[in-house]
Structures are given as structure tokens and as C-alpha cells.
Nanobody, 115 residues
Framework: QVQLVESGGGLVQPGGSLRLSCAGS????????MYWYRQAPGKERELVAV?????GYTDSVKGRFTISRDNAKSTVYLQMNSLNVEDTAVYYC???????????WGQGTQVTVSS
């Protein structure tokens, strides 16, 4: 059974930090590209960061967020620093690959940035 389980969300003050984790099981984690998405209330889900052999970020988080992966632990991380209220959202991880096409999503973890 394929699973992606996010953890590490919570309430943090502006300027603070959080580290999200997403643990995968039931699939060959190392052969998948890993993504972090987020969805704020009333907004569409947006791509935040992606990692394969290299990492990429949406402009709004560049320099503040860092995505990393540990294939031995089948886990992807998102280190979030200098958080602001606009970062408030449910954060989701996704695993995807081509040939054959596969895509899996986690259940999400809430991040709330508020004073």
C-alpha cells in the first residue's frame, strides 16, 4: 500500500521556522521526483518546491525554503525559514514519475503563521 505521510506542521509566529517531513512507503521512493505543494484558504493549490537530483522553488519562497531528500529514509523535507502570514496553508507532498506514469499525494499538514 502506497503512503505519503506529512508531519511537522503547526502554529508559528512571523519570522519563525518549521521543518516539514514527508515519509513515503510502498513504492520505490528514490526513483520518484518529490514535490511540496500548498493550498491557502480560497486559493488554488500551488507548487512550492521540487527535488530530483536538483531542487527548484517558486519565486515567493526562494532564499527562505529548502527542500531536501533522504532516499535511504524515503523521506523528503521542507525547511521553512522567515515565515510570514502569506505562507499559511495546508502543505502537501507529492511523488511522481513517468514511464510508467505514477502520482501519489499525502494527506497534508497545516501550517499557520500568526502572531
Amino acid at each position: 500500500q502506497v503512503q505519503l505521510v506529512e508531519s511537522g506542521g503547526g502554529l508559528v509566529q512571523p519570522g519563525g521556522s518549521l521543518r516539514l517531513s514527508c515519509a513515503g512507503s510502498g513504492f520505490d521512493f528514490g526513483s520518484y521526483i518529490m514535490y511540496w505543494y500548498r493550498q491557502a484558504p480560497g486559493k488554488e493549490r500551488e507548487l512550492v518546491a521540487v527535488i530530483d537530483s536538483t531542487a527548484g522553488y517558486t519565486d515567493s519562497v526562494k532564499g527562505r525554503f529548502t527542500i531536501s531528500r533522504d532516499n535511504a529514509k524515503s523521506t523528503v523535507y521542507l525547511q521553512m525559514n522567515s515565515l510570514n502570514v502569506e505562507d499559511t496553508a495546508v502543505y502537501y507532498c507529492k511523488a511522481a514519475r513517468e514511464l510508467p506514469r505514477r502520482e501519489y499525494w499525502g494527506q497534508g499538514t497545516q501550517v499557520t503563521v500568526s502572531s
